[in-house]
């Protein structure tokens, strides 16, 4: 893809909307019959289901109305399952009638589960097939919760989703026009988003329709959407509720669902889709699958060659990248472009790689209490190294810069939320004096606005001699050695020496590539990895080096959105 020669080209035309509903009926108007949705029934199945946006928006207004009836307006109502057709089209129509969505993880034990309905006040709930042995569970500890709905038609001993969309097209039919004839305030709380976060227990994030809608609609003017996207991400995180679903969805891009993470390649080259949405475990997946094959095939060196010969003519304006590297390509289903990232931090090193491919990757940056997206890389023009430029109407400062011009990032605009849910004084604490959202995240701008992620303040390490240290810049250098499948840097403590201070690189390796090279065995493995983290350490500053490195046997433990939860990790180094 020829790159653009200034970061001010214009931006791409894009569908603006003011709800939900708009968002619906604008979409049917525009591309009745384009697929809107696709997915399998049995991800063994050969035939796919397709949704046009006319059916869709039809299937949500009669939806909406049946849940108008039954009283769901106004109320907390739980959607709780994997990605589908009835998950998007619930929380679509929940949202075009007044209602306040509350997404939750389904893979949550059923105690934490009925603790977010307890403490979301939720009245009804939306629930998957495969939870209903939770649901089952916790009925008789929540009276609140008056009208359970399953979103699949298996036998779940409630009314599903398809009985209530069939009862609201006899109500629409019959005159009934309440779905269209509500006043939607964009302003109040539409949806509470519960964190799982990474460093403990979450909160419940309040969003309002014009948090999301302008999300969407100011971010989609820096993107050039492809038609057609495969959904992976889970539904309750705003990365595939907003992005993914709201995103896609409002700019005529068909949404194919994907049927689990085990289906994704063979899905991939089933489908063909020109674009994906992804969270950085899912690329360095990829990355590591491009490689370890290319090892395996004895071709890895060929392959460097011809991506330095590729990048070579690429300076000279002539693109062959389709041709040359079509073998690796068409393992992705030959016609992917491009790749929206973000989530967490993406190796720059994964990034040129990829592009040296033909597969451009946008890296970008959000939050949850920001709905979520707040900057990111463009389709013809990308800084490496940085997140990208913040999306149209959006204010972004960094607080307190130290002599690096690193701070806590700070936000302000439409899409930063209401707040959390029932906690003034956590809310209180994330906005400074300025009304701008403290993200917790440590960054620094560069001269054209673009944004750098350093790391994250509850990571930050502070020596005993005062100088700060940021984990996540030691573990992208120790992630480019060989054979590093995860990596946690933190600052241990030696229980047997007094608490001795020393920064500890915790290491997953790649036991199956290290042993391709014939690395194996406990003690080959620890002295590969000490001599290459001590290599590496030469490129950082002295006080900045590794001083231990441990191996583990496992995955670090991470939370449902594939981020690793450090406080789960016994940082002790004895």
Not at 137 to 156: H, Q
Request: glycine share 10%.
């Amino acid at each position: 893809m020829k790159k653009a020669k200034t970061p001010n080209y214009p931006f791409y035309e894009t569908t603006v909307f003011e709800n939900f509903r708009v968002m619906t009926e604008n979409v049917a108007k525009k591309y009745p019959d384009r697929y809107a949705v696709s997915y399998k029934k049995n991800p063994h199945d050969k035939e796919v289901v397709h949704v046009t946006y006319a059916d869709a928006r039809d299937y949500i207004r009669d939806l909406g109305t049946a849940c108008i009836e039954l009283g769901l307006r106004d109320k907390h109502v739980a959607i709780i399952g994997e990605s589908s057709f009835e998950w998007i089209a619930t929380y679509f129509a929940l949202m075009s009638i007044g209602a306040v969505t509350v997404p939750i993880d389904k893979e949550y034990p059923a105690d934490d589960i009925a603790g977010i309905l307890e403490r979301a006040e939720c009245h009804a709930v939306f629930y998957s097939a495969v939870i209903k042995d939770k649901i089952s569970g916790m009925r008789d500890r929540l009276p609140s919760v008056e009208k359970y709905i399953c979103m699949t038609n298996a036998d779940c001993g409630d009314t599903s989703v398809a009985c209530l969309e069939e009862r609201g097209r006899v109500l629409y039919e019959g005159g009934d026009n309440s779905y269209y004839d509500y006043d939607i305030d964009p302003d109040r709380l539409a949806s509470i988003v519960f964190t799982s976060g990474t460093t403990g227990k979450g909160k419940g994030v309040m969003l309002s329709t014009t948090n999301i809608v302008s999300d969407m609609t100011q971010g989609m003017y820096l993107f050039d959407i492809t038609p057609k996207t495969m959904n992976v991400l889970p539904p309750h995180h705003t990365f595939g509720s907003t992005v993914n679903f709201v995103g896609h969805y409002a700019q005529g891009s068909e949404i194919y669902i994907s049927g689990g993470i085990k289906y994704i390649l063979s899905e991939l080259a089933e489908q063909q889709p020109t674009h994906l949405v992804l969270v950085p475990l899912f690329v360095e997946t990829f990355y590591k699958r491009i490689w370890a094959t290319a090892e395996k095939q004895g071709k890895a060196k060929a392959l460097r060659a011809l991506m330095k010969f590729s990048n070579g003519l690429l300076k000279a304006g002539i693109d062959m990248r389709k041709t040359l590297f079509k073998s690796v390509t068409d393992k992705f289903g030959g016609k992917l472009e491009m790749i929206i990232c973000g989530g967490a931090a993406l190796n720059q090193d994964i990034i040129d790689t990829f592009e040296s491919l033909g597969i451009t990757i946008l890296n970008g940056y959000g939050i949850t209490e920001c709905a979520p997206l707040i900057t990111c890389n463009r389709n013809l023009y990308q800084k490496k190294g940085s997140v990208g430029m913040p999306i149209v109407g959006e204010q972004v400062k960094i607080r307190e810069p130290n002599e690096n011009g690193e701070g806590e990032i700070c936000v302000k605009g439409p899409n930063v939320m209401l707040g959390y849910y029932k906690d003034e004084e956590a809310t209180a604490a994330v906005f400074d004096e300025e009304g701008y959202f403290r993200t917790g995240d440590i960054g620094k701008m560069d001269e054209d606005g673009w944004l750098y992620i350093t790391g994250r303040l509850k990571n930050l390490i502070i020596l005993s001699n005062g100088k700060n240290v940021y984990p996540e810049e030691i573990e992208t250098e120790m992630s480019r050695i060989y054979g590093v499948n995860e990596v946690v840097v933190y600052a241990g403590e030696s229980r047997a020496d007094s608490g001795r201070e020393v920064i500890v690189a915790e290491i997953y390796p790649d036991y199956d590539g290290l042993a391709g090279r014939g690395i194996e065995g406990d003690d080959a493995i620890k002295k590969y990895f000490d001599d290459k983290v001590r290599e590496a350490n030469g490129n950082m500053a002295p006080y900045k080096a590794v001083g231990l490195v441990k191996i583990r046997k496992t995955e670090f433990v991470k939370n449902t959105s594939r981020k690793i939860t450090r406080f789960n990790i016994d940082k002790s180094i004895d």
